[in-house]
């Protein structure tokens, strides 16, 4: 009995014993990793090519199990001294190793393993590959159908009611006159003048309204630009590529050269399939070598033409002649800067959710009676003259200070302080 | 009852007409093209090229050179006064020798600082990251590679002028910043990343 107690014993020590091995082992590999993120994944990854070389299998490439430690030690003393050193340079250049001579060498060990032990994550297959949301259907065409069913329906109830009276009372020798057909009643013809009037005037109003209205204007640009994956997905700032709607009355639409400022590195598409409102797909790497055309850039030597012809621009670069969505007419005064800047509004207030459009269309009708509608709600950043806080320009109300202090109002609106006046805008 | 029936037709095809130019990739009709189209050049707006010309050898004779671009050497006028231009040229050599150049702006109010935060986070955090660690969304995604992590001992050591030459003509895969952000914002920037750094325990080179 206490031979076999002894031999539980035993086995759960060495059970023990290995888990906490291997609970060390993992901590050694989570090591390796945590210490590759910080320092190498930035150009490495272990199993592909990046800004550097995939590190996996290093030990059947470099020259000398030693070699690796005194190149992360020292990349650029190695090429000037070593042969294979030379070679990678010549490979992966201009870009230089930096050299990182604070990892120890355990710490330079523990990155190799995690690095040969690596292996790529399963991938997760994408369930869905329709992005677009199921559309809601629009049920006016129903209704209305159903509607002139009815009215059809009505109308023949009505003329055999009066087709059965007519049967009665011949059967009750009450004489009638014979009555007149439908199409030359009155009554009838009446109602549906009415309607058409009714139905055709509504359509001339808004007609004539919506007319220099271009809600929902969403004509096809050039490349198919995506904001849905640029400031949805990649999480860009709108100011990034638009920085002009801080400082001038224009957004700005963003040269080549922004673009190219990522796309320099980012040669082909490989997120989530894109699918035109027509059903047709995107081919996300194809848009990007249509901007490579337009930036006059050579994706396969990694740099732009040479300007031979001297216009000052890569031979063959051409700017990129986006279409204008959102047009105000030119009597009326818009500043962007004045109003992201100054106004802190979000792009989105006007623009909508632009983050979520493949295409951007015009969200907003851009109509006067929209902008006053906005300008009488929209609170300034009035100046608080205890803390000092908002815009110092609004010091010189003096007269809405004073009835901020006698609590006459809770705040002050763009109307307020002249914002629905005819001459803030139109001038 | 006639003059109904023909006011309700015209009704119906003012109506019509209205209704059918309805199509969201057209612009769409309006009252006075004259006074919704500006008949002066607005931004974008293409140049009559029978006028302007962007080719230094078409000059001469009746056309205008007109290029888009300021003056070469021309300093923006601000109320706060734009810096001087930055002149070291885009090569190793300009790149070393901008370790020498100094931050004009000696010390930064904290409403700059707070300025300057701003526009990293939206012209630089996007790949380093809203504490410069080099893991920002576009880095984290694994789209662009060689994102510097700013708060390396490395970054801490770099001179002020050698951020700004890099930010200036773009460092390998990073792209030049000068056509988004102006020199002065630049400045604020480098100020703003040292903000971001820890503190290095020994006193670094003296160019700060």
Known sequence: ?427 | MKKIATLSVLVLTMSAALVSCDSKREPGKIYMPDMAYSRAYETYAERDSSVFTMNQSEVGGSKIYYDNKPVLGTIQYTKTGELFPYTLPNDSNGYKMSAMVKNPLDSISEADLKEAGRLFNINCAICHGEKGAGNGPISTSGKIGGIANLTLDSYIKMADGTMFHSITYGKNNMGSYASQIDRKQRWMIIKYIRTLQPKPSVATDSTR
């Open chain 1, 1 to 427: 009995m206490s031979r076999f107690r002894i031999s539980i014993n035993k086995a759960l020590i060495s059970f023990l014993l290995i888990f906490i091995f291997s609970a060390n082992n993992q901590v050694f590999a989570a090591d390796g990793e945590a210490l590759f993120k910080a320092n190498c994944a930035n150009c490495h990854k272990p199993d592909a090519d990046y800004t550097g070389p995939a590190l996996k299998g290093w030990s059947k490439r470099v020259p000398s199990p030693d070699w690796i430690y005194k190149w992360v030690a020292n990349p650029a003393q190695m090429i000037a001294s070593d042969a294979y050193a030379k070679s990678l340079f010549e490979k992966w250049k201009p870009t230089v190793m930096t050299a990182f001579s604070n990892l120890k060498k355990d710490e330079i060990d523990a990155i190799l393993k995690y690095v040969d032990d690596y292996m790529p994550p399963a991938s997760t297959a994408q369930a869905g590959t329709n992005g677009a949301p199921a559309g809601q259907s629009d049920n006016s065409l129903l209704f209305g159908i159903l509607t002139l069913v009815m009215a059809i329906v009505a109308f023949i109830l009505l003329q055999v009611n009066s087709n059965l009276r007519k049967l009665t009372d011949e059967k009750e020798g009450v004489y009638r006159t014979e009555p007149i057909p439908f199409y030359k009643n009155k009554t009838y013809i009446m109602t549906v003048i009415l309607i058409l009037f009714a139905v055709g005037g509504y359509y001339t109003i808004s007609g004539a309204i919506g007319l220099g209205r271009m809600k929902n204007y969403q004509p096809e640009q050039p490349i198919y630009y995506s904001h849905k994956v640029h400031a949805g997905t990649n999480q860009i700032s709108c100011l990034y590529c638009h920085g002009s709607a801080q400082d001038s009355k224009h957004a700005g639409i963003p040269s080549v050269n922004v673009c190219m400022n990522c796309h320099m590195a980012i040669k082909e598409y490989k997120g989530d399939p894109i699918v035109r409102e027509d059903g047709t797909s995107v081919n996300g790497t194809e848009e990007i070598q249509k901007l490579y055309k337009y930036a006059g850039w050579n994706p396969d030597t990694k740099s732009y033409n040479p300007d031979n012809n001297g216009d000052g621009a890569p031979d063959g670069a051409q700017p990129i002649s986006w279409v204008k969505i959102h047009n105000l007419p030119d009597h009326v005064y818009f500043n962007h800067s004045q109003h992201v800047k100054v106004g802190k509004q979000q792009c989105q207030t006007c623009h909508g959710n632009i983050q979520e459009m493949p295409e951007v269309y015009q969200f907003s009708t851009l109509s006067m009676g929209w902008c006053i509608n906005c300008h009488r709600e929209s609170k300034v950043d009035f100046y608080n003259k205890e803390t000092g806080e908002g815009n110092k320009f609004y010091s010189i109300y003096e007269k809405f200070h004073k009835d901020l202090k006698d609590h006459k109002v809770d705040s002050i609106t763009v109307e307020k302080i002249g914002g629905t006046e005819c001459q803030k805008c139109h001038y």
